[in-house]
């Protein structure tokens, strides 16, 4: 009788499992808007004059962002990446807020911070198209102190009216000057570079 002989069954190879890696791609916050304006800026700022925080009341005027939630959404933005902490009435910038900053932007954003205090008026009346009048004013409060409002008025208007009420009233709103009790000054915020001169 023939041997039948028994042929060994291959084991099955071992099939490898596809691995399948998925990227993660890194936050990005750029693409313009108001965060990178506030981020360059701030970065500008500490290129120049070796300054990394900066209050955050100062952020509208330096950057001419109108609107304080626009701002607010902005640094959220900005604190949500890491690139700035927010801490109070401050705002500092981070080693990871400078390397994203916009190279190409900073030397723009630079040149449009006030450097002194007559440099920020310039750029208020000129953004805020104050009519002779309005400018007159303002540059009459221009040395800080705190004047007495109707004599104000008269060597402006001449006389109190409706002129001169409309135009007090347009200044405070735009927070140029501050009026109470008879008293008329330059508002705080006019000062961002030098200090306000004592009375």
Known sequence: MAKTTKTAKKSPGTVKKKTTTTKHKARSGKGGGAHMTILNTVAAINVTKGEDTVERARLSFLTNIDGKSTIANALTKLKSLGW????????????????????????????????????????????????????????????????????????????????????LTFLKKLKIIEVAKGKIRLHDEMFPVEPRPED
């Open 84 to 167: 700035m902490t927010v801490s109070g009435k401050e705002v500092t910038i981070t080693k990871l807020g400078m390397e994203n900053a916009d190279q190409d932007a900073l030397a723009a954003a630079a040149a449009a911070i006030p450097k002194t205090n007559a440099d920020h008026w310039e750029k208020v009346k000129e953004k805020n198209k104050l009519n002779p009048k309005q400018t007159e004013l303002v540059e009459l409060l221009q040395d800080g102190k705190t004047h007495d409002k109707k004599q104000v008025i008269m060597e402006v208007y001449e006389k109190s009216n409706s002129t001169s009420a409309n135009a």
